[in-house]
């Protein structure tokens, strides 16, 4: 699958910022729940081994699933059971084995049948939504790294596969909430990394976004709030959409205030 590739690829840039840290440089908290660069590796690392869990042996991916329910419902915290997974393995050692886990993830979906459905946390999925949900979680949590380091990220055209994962979630988004999904899905026109325009859905004026494809993916994933993206929306559903977007699993979760997630000067 191209996705293994395009993971694979979005996981190297990550690592070619983060190899070059030490120890203390990898304990910088960033805008995200306060997390470290290093808990946002270990997190990385803890569900790519996951992914490929959900390939190979499901039974144990079903044990560490309930590890980390129980490690919840007890109080704990996902960082935490995520640190004491990787027993000790820490700082740099930590970025090398996740590294590791990047390749192995990449190797076991490459050859994967697209089709094959694999469990999860969540829904069962196709390994092609399974990879692809990789990625987007890859360069979503990335993004807090680039940020705090005051690195501006140069994006690729792979991030098409983030844009196909957050329109084919706009029911989700709504559904995850308890309310309908509203009529109808407005249009999107985004423009690639690379200039190309990307469109979505039935071309129409009412209900519109056009900007950016960077904009979209980074509100989607909440990395950033609408109102600091270039992205235009127009029409009530395209706005309800944007303003509580969420391509990813779990309980519902609020976009990000404005201003809260930007680049570090």
């Not at 699933?65 to 915290?77: P, S, T």
């Not at 792979?158 to 309908?180: C, D, H, S």
Request: aromatic share 8%.
């Amino acid at each position: 699958m191209q996705q293994a590739d395009d993971f694979l690829a979005e996981s190297r840039s990550l690592f070619e910022l983060v190899a070059p840290l030490d120890d203390d440089a990898l304990e910088r908290v960033t805008a995200f729940k306060g997390w470290r660069i290093a808990n946002v590796i270990a997190h990385l690392s803890v569900w790519n081994r996951a992914a490929v869990l959900s390939l190979t042996d499901t039974d144990a991916l079903s044990a560490l699933l309930r590890g980390i329910g129980e490690h919840l419902k007890a109080g704990g915290r996902m960082t935490e059971f995520e640190k004491d997974c990787h027993e000790g393995v820490w700082g740099r050692a930590l970025v090398e084995h996740w590294w590791r886990s990047c390749e192995e993830t990449a190797r076991h979906f490459a050859v994967a049948d697209p089709a094959q459905r694999v469990p999860w946390a969540g829904p069962d999925m196709s390994a092609r939504s399974s990879i692809s949900a990789r990625l987007m979680e890859t360069w979503a949590h990335g993004q807090e790294v680039f940020d705090e380091l005051g690195v501006v990220r140069a994006n690729a055209d792979r991030i098409y596969n983030i844009a196909v994962l957050g329109n084919n979630t706009y029911g989700w988004t709504f559904k995850n909430r308890g309310e309908q999904p509203p009529e109808p899905r407005p249009f999107l026109e985004l423009v690639a990394p690379s200039g190309k325009v990307w469109t979505f859905n039935e071309p129409r004026d009412d209900e519109r976004i056009s900007g950016s494809a960077e904009a979209f993916c980074q509100v989607v994933t909440q990395v950033r709030n609408i109102a600091d993206t270039d992205l235009e929306v127009s029409g009530a559903n395209a706005e309800a959409w944007m303003s509580r977007a969420q391509c990813f699993a779990g309980a519902p979760n609020d976009p990000p205030a404005p201003g809260t997630r930007v680049i570090r000067c």
